[in-house]
């Protein structure tokens, strides 16, 4: 079946502008979670949505960062007022439910963004 | 950060097992050993877990000691296309916390 899909994959943005990066999960999958990943550096967790609330958000850096996931679906990361120091590979996974077999999170192939 | 501890490089033979090693000594006995693997430019790949039994699925094996403080991944005939930084982690399943951490990884080279 159908992977985690991530959308752009590429944005390309200017210092100081809005961006908005897309999630769709693994079809079913109530878990879903968003890390960073810096050059040469692994994933870094972000945050993670069980349905459609953010279960755990002590990743986000700062408050210029903000997830939604309304439907319980799709989820989108959205960055305000963007700097340089966020570029980096967005990466989205998602999981199975509690008590539906494993919660592995499988990962979709991310977003780079590029802050100039 | 991480609970776990692996080389930073690897090389490997083509056709050859590759055996990648992780020290995880402080793990809790409800976490399990998770491996994951990047391919260049894309997003990690789930290859295996387990909790204290050694594991085979069609990627790879994991074998976990019996203290469970340390793991081996091991790729039994490795391919050109196995080149990957490969991460263990260690995590609980369904308990609290539901995020990965990542650490550094090993960067596994298959040389033809």
């Known amino acids: 079946g159908a992977g985690v899909s991530q959308t752009p994959s590429n944005k390309v943005t200017e210092k100081g502008k809005y961006v908005e990066l897309r999630c769709d999960p693994i079809s079913g999958h109530t878990a879903l979670y968003w890390y960073r990943q810096s050059l040469g550096q692994g994933p870094e967790f972000l945050i993670y949505?069980?349905?459609?609330?953010?279960?755990?958000d002590s990743g986000l850096p700062n408050d210029r960062f903000f997830a939604v996931r309304p439907e319980g679906s799709v989820s989108t990361l959205k960055i305000q007022r963007t700097e340089r120091g966020d570029s980096a590979v967005y990466l989205c996974?998602?999981?199975?439910?509690?008590?539906?077999?494993?919660?592995?999170?499988?990962f979709g192939p991310g977003t780079r963004l590029t802050v100039l | 950060d991480a609970k776990t501890t692996q080389p930073p490089s690897m090389d490997c033979a083509e056709g050859r097992a590759a055996n990648l090693p992780c020290n995880h000594s402080t793990i809790s006995g409800n976490e399990y050993v998770y491996w994951y693997r990047q391919i260049h430019s894309q997003g990690p790949q789930y290859i295996i877990h387990g909790l204290k039994n050694n594991e085979t699925n069609e990627m790879a094996s994991l074998i976990i000691t019996e203290d469970r403080k340390s793991s081996t991944l091991i790729l039994p005939h490795a391919t050109l296309r196995d080149t990957a930084v490969y991460y263990c982690i260690v995590r609980p399943e369904y308990q609290g916390a539901q995020k990965l951490v990542f650490g550094q990884g090993t960067r596994l080279t298959i040389n033809p």
């Open positions: 949505f069980q349905g459609t609330g953010a279960a755990d």
């Open positions: 996974a998602s999981s199975r439910p509690p008590g539906q077999g494993t919660d592995t999170q499988y």
